[in-house]
C-alpha cells in the first residue's frame, strides 16, 4: 500500500502467533536478502544522507510495538489530503505519486476497484516456510549476508 506519503508499506498477514520481534526479524532477514541480490537498487541505510538516489529503502525496523505506520485509508495531513491506499501489482510503476490517491479521488477508487483489503486478514500466513525457502534460496545462491 501507498504511505499517503512518498513511500509504500510492504504487509504481510501473520498468523496472530508471532509477536513483534519476530516480525521484525523475519522483515529483516527478507531485507538483507533482497539487499544482497540488488544491491545497486536497495539499501538498508536509515539516514536519507547517505542514501544513493534511486535507490529503494527497505525499513524493516518500523516493526516494532508503537512505531507508527499509516493505517489503510487513513487520510494524511497533507496538502492535497493523500490517502494510504493499497495497491495492485499492476500499478507499482515508475511515476506513481501520493497525489493519485487523494480524500478526493477515493470514492471512484473504491467504486472501481473495490476494497483490496476486504480479505486481507483472512489470508493470515506463517513465517517458518518463508524462512526455509529464504534459507534454501541463500545456500542455492551462495548469498552473503
Known amino acids: ?3 499517503g506519503a512518498s513511500g509504500f508499506h510492504m504487509y504481510l498477514p501473520l498468523e496472530p502467533d508471532y509477536g513483534y520481534e519476530q516480525a521484525r526479524t523475519f522483515a529483516e532477514i ?9 544491491p545497486k537498487k536497495v539499501t538498508l541505510e536509515r539516514s536519507t544522507g547517505k542514501r ?3 535507490e529503494v529503502y527497505l525499513d524493516y525496523s518500523q ?14 495531513p497533507w496538502p492535497k489530503a493523500s490517502v494510504s491506499a493499497p495497491v495492485l501489482a499492476k500499478e507499482l ?3 506513481l505519486t501520493p497525489e493519485r490517491f487523494t480524500i478526493k479521488t477515493m470514492p471512484a477508487r473504491l467504486k472501481k476497484v473495490s476494497n483490496l483489503w476486504e480479505d486481507f486478514w483472512d489470508q493470515r500466513q506463517q513465517i517458518e516456510p518463508a524462512l526455509e525457502r529464504l534459507r534454501a534460496e541463500i545456500q542455492e545462491r551462495k548469498i552473503t549476508l
Open 63 to 76: 516493526n516494532a510495538y508503537g512505531r507508527p505506520l499509516a493505517m489503510v485509508y487513513s487520510v494524511r
Open 30 to 38: 527478507v531485507a538483507r536478502v533482497v539487499a544482497a541480490q540488488i
Open 93 to 95: 510503476r515508475k511515476g
Open 1 to 3: 500500500k501507498t504511505s
Open 52 to 54: 544513493v538516489k534511486g
